[in-house]
């Protein structure tokens, strides 16, 4: 993330007309500081931290869809009929 910062930073100072280029050092830790101020408002997460939820994630689709599959199959096997079906509770 660091690298990327400096990176936007050297750009922006890239576009900074020659005349201002003079206070090239203040405009570049500036520029960092309001860089790193408005990224950390964002609710960013690292890459790696983003893949490895991902594949949590995965896991836990494959394992719902299993159990969904296993619970169809169970409610298969289940005798048909009015009385096996769900009760709403006593009418009245």
């Not at 990176?7 to 405009?27: I, K």
């Not at 969904?68 to 009245?92: H, N, Y």
Request: hydrophobic share 40%.
């Amino acid at each position: 993330m660091e690298f990327r910062i400096d990176e936007l930073a050297r750009r922006l100072m890239e576009s900074v007309p020659p005349a201002v280029r003079g206070m090239q050092q203040d405009l570049e830790s500036n520029f960092r500081a309001v860089l790193r101020a408005n990224l950390a408002r964002l609710d960013l997460v690292a890459r790696d931290e983003f893949t490895a939820q991902s594949r949590v994630l995965e896991r836990t689709r494959a394992r719902l869809e299993e159990l969904e599959r296993r619970i169809a199959e169970l409610e298969s096997r289940l005798p048909s009929g009015p009385a096996s079906g769900p009760t709403t509770g006593p009418t009245t």
